[in-house]
């Protein structure tokens, strides 16, 4: 009958019944112990006091020597429960399959993520774990600005109470001297502004917080040298406002206005000194060039801020992408979910839904931190992603923010369950001095993010992307060799190198598989 038995539990049982030399005494504790594990295996009608018993007999084994026929359990018994174990499962699993290969694969993936699982909440805490904090920073801020309950729940009110002088940060924010010389300095040049929420998620004890980082210049923003190199795409502006990588993608640049003004914006130079909505003959020259490319498919809308446009704009603006047929996607460009999630209100909502009835619509937002999902924007989430075809986030890989596996492991996690979909981490651009103390090697970046396969679910793993005159995937090639037919991949999680067989080039080649054969007849 043992023969019966696959390779994994012929190797369980031999390993089980070998007797190492010189083997302690077996104890009687270990005896009575065994006895009532076999008792109970054999009486219940479960896979599951089976595997107990052979989990044990194998801890027994290596820590202290001792053979199953040491601790009286006869080489029968064991095999008759190997059988039971294999006929109650559905998938007809072995026991040498389940506790000699399965049990011990999760026990080594379970200690390549302990250490992030407890170490995530105290180093990347997000806004729901900090909410309580928070909201005491939004009572103190409040009353600093004189707002009222129904100013902070509204995105008027946010804009207009936003932060924007040294003097109103340093009244909410504890600054030293020198920093706040150096945001005078900066602040000549380029625009501050944050939204009262989000100058909440702002942890003031924490030096670098992410969310400082991000909204608060620096003077590194004036003294980093490098040549200034022209806006981004103004090598790919075909017309008006657009911006054209690919031939079958384009971006409307529809506003340079932002709910908040970022530390590392790609877009530095199109933010001017006031914010501005175009007019629709600016808009128009846009459409026409849309309009006349058959091959354009998916429209970007973006800015600035698409969601700090009217609600009027936006309809119209959208109306007018639907009614072009060639065009079959739109892309709406935001992180108002997350500067000022007040903003997403019913009627935009309701926009929203009106032009995903007619084609598909995805919101892509930018997500840097798990700080930035709260209950507030995390509902906000919620409810877009009940109206569009798709949420997406492309974050940026940012020194000091999200640079680290916990960090960014977190990151994707918190904005999954928050209904967002991890899409891109991008590569801080090289093409603003501004900004360069920021910028992370590609080589940290790509550790990152193969540090996430095997380890977090699939689908919240983003690409790893840099910019060059288009999106470059910046990870590294895992198929590292061939022999014959098979290929040899390297697990990125641990280095293990694996045989893989490939697809057999000829038979894939053939005009005819399938059902395609049955027409030749």
């Not at 089980?16 to 054999?42: F, H, I, M, R």
């Not at 729940?153 to 207009?160: A, E, L, V, Y």
């Not at 500067?339 to 997500?367: F, G, H, W």
């Not at 798990?370 to 989430?381: D, G, K, L, N, Y």
Request: with cysteine.
């Amino acid at each position: 009958m043992a023969s019966s038995f696959d390779q994994y539990t012929t190797d369980l049982l031999n390993y089980l019944y070998t007797k190492e030399e010189n083997a302690p005494q077996v104890e009687q504790s270990a005896l009575d112990e065994v006895a009532d594990l076999l008792a109970t295996a054999g009486q219940e009608e479960l896979t599951g006091p089976i595997v107990t018993l052979f989990v044990r007999l194998q801890q027994l084994r290596r820590q202290k020597g001792w053979s199953a026929a040491q601790l009286h359990v006869e080489r029968g018994q064991l095999e008759a429960l190997a059988r039971k174990h294999q006929e109650l499962d559905e998938h007809m699993v072995s026991i040498g399959g389940r506790v000699g290969q399965a049990l011990a694969i999760v026990s080594d993936a379970n200690e390549r993520v302990d250490e992030y699982l407890q170490k995530k909440d105290a180093q990347a805490p997000s806004g729901i774990e900090l909410w309580d904090t928070i909201c005491d920073n939004q009572q103190r801020i409040r009353k600093r600005l004189g707002m009222d309950e129904q100013e902070w729940n509204s995105f008027s009110g946010q804009i207009r109470h936003a932060v924007s002088s040294v003097d109103e940060l340093a009244d909410l924010i504890d600054l030293p001297p020198e920093a706040l010389t150096d945001i005078t300095r900066v602040t000549k040049n380029y625009r501050m502004r944050l939204t009262p929420y989000y100058t909440s998620l702002i942890m003031r004890a924490t030096i670098n917080d992410p969310i400082m980082l991000q909204s608060i210049p620096t003077g590194e923003m004036v003294d980093n040298a490098g040549i200034e190199i022209p806006p981004v795409a103004a090598d790919h502006s075909p017309a008006r406002l657009v911006d054209q990588f690919y031939p079958r993608v384009v971006t409307i640049k529809s506003t340079n206005m932002c709910a908040m003004y970022c530390t590392h914006c790609l877009r530095i130079a199109h933010i001017g000194k006031k914010d501005k909505v175009f007019s629709k003959q600016a808009y128009g020259e846009a459409l026409d060039y849309i309009r006349a490319n058959k091959r354009i498919r998916d429209v970007l809308i973006t800015g600035g801020d698409a969601f700090v446009l009217p609600n009027s704009m936006l309809r119209w603006l959208l109306a007018q992408l639907d009614a072009i047929e060639h065009v079959r996607l739109k892309r709406l460009g935001t992180r108002v979910p997350v500067t000022v999630p007040m903003r997403v209100d019913e009627e935009l909502l309701d926009i929203l839904a009106e032009s995903n009835d007619k084609k598909p619509v995805r919101v892509v937002t930018q997500i840097n931190t798990a700080r930035e999902i709260t209950p507030v924007s995390r509902e906000a989430f919620k409810q877009i992603s009940g109206r569009v075809f798709a949420v997406l986030n492309q974050a940026v890989l940012l020194r000091g923010i999200n640079d680290s596996r916990t960090r960014m492991w977190k990151l994707c996690e918190t904005i999954q369950e928050a209904y967002v979909r991890p899409y891109y981490i991008f590569n801080c651009s090289y093409r603003n001095p501004q900004f360069s103390h920021f910028r992370v090697p590609v080589e940290k970046g790509r550790d990152i993010v193969e540090s996430m396969y095997g380890n977090i679910v699939g689908d919240a793993i983003p690409r790893y992307i840099a910019t060059a005159g288009g999106k470059i995937p910046m990870h590294r090639s895992n198929v590292i060799g061939h022999e014959g037919d098979e290929l040899i991949l390297k697990k990125p999680w641990n280095g293990e190198e694996v045989r893989y067989p490939d697809a057999d080039v000829s038979r894939y080649n053939e005009e005819l598989f399938s059902f395609a054969r049955y027409r030749k007849k």
